[in-house]
């Protein structure tokens, strides 16, 4: 069907950041499947954990237990002070299971409603899209279902006075990916995590683009010490295989119930044993350090280039580019012409998430292109 702009590129291969295309010509990979592609393409330790489990069970449904899912609950555990896990396939049913359990934690309280923030994106299923604060998604699906209000991302006070009685749940983005790379006021998710507290509501955390690494911490709201009570991921945690799960500290998730929820394909053992291949290398590979010192490089090297710029933002591996023009379609166009794929996430947002596994040498010869577009798109 013709849900995708896609562009006239067919990729056929790929090797750390590096992906080739149909001819065998390279380009330098600063989307990485929308921040998906973590540990990069063709990792030597993530083909063998496909291929190895691949080769003695494929599936069998939740209606029994699994190796490769048990000890993926216990890692994202260890890795979450204890949270408990629900396994799917993607991020959009991450949400719609912390929405249910939301919804269902907050009906002996009297509590049904979830406040998300404008610009907010969590996905593109009925209830993920009833919670995204962007008009132009949710306009041509309407009536979405009720109760959901947005506040402006980043204001404090507006929250504060939006969490009422009948507020099951705040669900925010430690950053908002979808709406280009848009980095909340310092303190703010301490300050929704002290509305909550004073509400008696649950705070969601939707880290489906900033975990798993990508902003130098294995979740984006280690950064400022602020626990959620449910979190959502997926992209990242299986480099590329479908998975996405929703976690909740453990007298949340009590309240599901056999039969509350499900998912056929969820925690399957391929996509499982995946996930912990993927925790594993970037546990070894050091690569939450790696995405600190490359992102960091990758800003300063950025916002020499793009000096006119509104603004060069982001956090480790999860940057964005806001020009002073609409042009990020036109920068994005010219950096593949180069050997360069990066996002135009905003009509003026370019935004890059490379794979976690980029080279400083990638990284200098990806600013040496963008140099040479900003030049030719008249953006620098």
């Not at 499947?33 to 496909?50: F, Y």
């Not at 992209?235 to 909740?248: D, E, N, Q, R, S």
Request: a negative charge.
């Amino acid at each position: 069907m013709n849900t995708y702009r896609r562009w006239d590129l067919e990729l056929a291969s790929g090797s750390g950041a590096r992906l080739f295309d149909a001819t065998g010509r390279s380009y330098i990979d600063c989307v990485a499947g929308i921040a998906v592609a973590s540990v990069g393409h063709g990792h030597p330790a993530l083909t063998e954990a496909i291929n190895r489990q691949a080769s003695k069970l494929v599936h069998v449904s939740n209606l029994y237990h699994t190796g490769p899912a048990e000890e993926l609950a216990a890692e994202l555990a260890a890795l979450t002070g204890g949270m408990h896990t629900f396994l799917c396939n993607s991020g959009a049913e991450a949400i719609e299971a912390a929405i249910k359990l939301a919804r269902k934690w907050g009906r002996s309280r009297g509590r049904h409603r979830i406040v998300a923030a404008e610009g907010g994106f969590h996905g593109r299923t009925l209830g993920a899209l009833a919670a995204t604060g962007q008009p132009a998604k949710r306009t041509a699906f309407e009536p979405l279902p009720p109760g959901f209000s947005h506040v402006p991302f980043g204001d404090v006070e507006v929250l504060d006075d939006a969490v009422g009685g009948d507020v099951a749940a705040v669900l925010l983005e430690p950053i908002q990916g979808e709406a280009g790379v848009v980095v909340p006021p310092e303190g703010y998710l301490a300050a929704a995590r002290e509305a909550c507290a004073r509400a008696g509501a649950l705070l969601i955390l939707d880290e489906v683009q900033t975990g798993v690494g990508r902003t130098g911490a294995w979740w984006a709201h280690q950064h400022e010490g602020v626990p959620p009570d449910i979190m959502c991921i997926a992209k990242g945690l299986a480099g590329g295989l479908p998975i996405g799960a929703c976690l909740a500290a453990p007298a949340v998730a009590s309240t599901f119930e056999p039969g509350d929820h499900g998912c056929t394909f969820g925690g399957g053992p391929v996509q499982s044993g995946t996930a912990l291949a993927v925790l594993e290398i970037i546990a070894s590979e050091g690569l939450l350090e790696r995405a600190k010192a490359t992102g960091e490089l990758l800003i300063q090297g950025l916002a020499a280039i793009f000096s006119d710029a509104a603004d060069v933002r982001g956090r480790g591996l999860l940057i964005g580019v806001e020009l002073l023009e609409p042009k990020a379609r036109a920068v994005a166009e010219a950096a593949l012409e180069r050997g360069l794929l990066v996002n135009d996430a905003t009509p003026s947002v370019v935004r890059l998430t490379p794979p976690l596994v980029i080279t400083d040498d990638d990284i200098h010869e990806a600013l040496e292109i963008l140099e040479e577009v900003a030049g030719a798109t008249g953006t620098a």
